[in-house]
């Protein structure tokens, strides 16, 4: 623990595991977020069409929050459904923060105004702000915002992202009780990842689920059509075509949310990275180059749509994006089951 046991505000690249690390290094451990990342095994790929008009969702994960990470440094962590900003607070009398899973799109500060929903978030709540407000640490941004407490409340009840809604779930971290041996526990997390994303028992979820991403975005310009409303990148209330926006909250997803592009592909790559280091194998890093190349082509699609989405575009050049969703989601899908189905034989 610091010389208070105070929780200091970081921030990093995965909400979730940015979170973590920040509430175990006010509990004395420090450790790298790719780290966390590798080990806690939710690393893949999840695909949920959505009904009508709105966006499909598509996240770099296939488990949220699966704890595996802390269970292997011995850290205690109680899960409580506070519903009320009190109940959020007494649970803060006791540690320097607590972890709880939200709905981005409600979230004020960043702008959506609910027209975008998000249930797989996470942020640390730091410390109550009198008595109808709480500072929150999101590890999206360089200092710690104030949310009001029915703000707050609304983004840890909210309804609007299902499977992904966040059931008012709170996280309180125990201190780290040991240091995890990356070379001996490095590879059992590779394996399970191996297991779950090539074999997941979902068509929803890891390969099955980026094939689905390339056969449903093809309907979407059948599926998703009409003049919707959205917040645009600027957080300003626009009217748009309904493509136009299912497009670019797919950027978003892989850009802002860690979907492929510069998040959650490359974490995974500096984690096999790291195992090559510490096991001497060298096919960990001949996996991670995999990794590498297939986030490259998310993040090229993902910056193409958000640039496509800060402009008035034509329907056709719209469909001609959707055909670059298609053969994106083919090619990263190829890449990764070659990676995956190499590291297998470790």
């Known amino acids: 623990m610091n010389a208070t046991g105070r929780y200091v505000h970081r921030r990093g690249i995965h909400c979730e595991t940015a979170c973590q690390c920040a509430l175990l290094a006010a509990g004395g451990y420090t450790v790298d977020e790719e780290v966390v990342f590798g080990l806690d095994g939710g690393f893949g790929f999840s695909f949920f069409p959505a009904n009508g008009n709105a966006p499909d969702i598509a996240v770099g994960k296939q488990a949220i929050l699966p704890l595996r990470a802390a269970r292997l440094m011995g850290v205690e962590v109680a899960v409580h459904t506070p519903k009320s900003g009190v109940g959020l607070a007494k649970l803060l009398e006791s540690a320097p923060a607590v972890m709880t899973r939200v709905d981005l799109g409600l979230l004020p500060y960043w702008g959506l105004d609910g027209r975008s929903s998000f249930g797989g978030y996470f942020v640390n709540v730091v410390r109550p702000l009198g008595a109808d407000a709480f500072e929150v640490s999101d590890p999206a ?184 969703v298609a053969d994106t989601a083919r090619s990263a899908m190829d890449i990764e089951k070659r990676a995956l189905t190499a590291l297998t034989t470790l």
């Open 141 to 324: 941004f360089d200092e710690p915002v104030s949310v009001s407490a029915a703000e707050l409340q609304a983004a840890r009840s909210s309804r609007n992202s299902p499977p992904l809604n966040p059931d008012w779930k709170v996280y309180v971290f125990g201190a780290p009780r040991r240091t995890p041996q990356l070379n001996l526990v490095g590879p059992v997390a590779v394996r399970n990842l191996c297991r779950e994303i090539l074999r997941p028992g979902s068509r929803h979820l890891g390969i099955a689920g980026m094939r689905l991403l390339a056969t449903t975005a093809a309907s979407w310009p059948q599926s998703k059509h009409g003049e919707v409303e959205d917040v645009d990148l600027a957080g300003h209330v626009v009217r748009t075509d309904a493509l136009a926006r299912q497009l670019l909250h797919l950027g978003r997803q892989i850009e802002s949310f860690g979907t492929g592009g510069g998040l959650f592909r490359p974490m995974i790559g500096r984690y096999l990275t790291r195992m090559a280091d510490s096991t001497g194998d060298a096919r960990y890093a001949d996996a991670a180059g995999q990794f590498l190349e297939s986030g490259r082509l998310w993040s090229n699609l993902g910056s193409a749509l958000l640039t496509a989405g800060a402009t008035a575009t034509a329907r056709d050049d719209l469909k001609t994006l959707v055909d670059a």
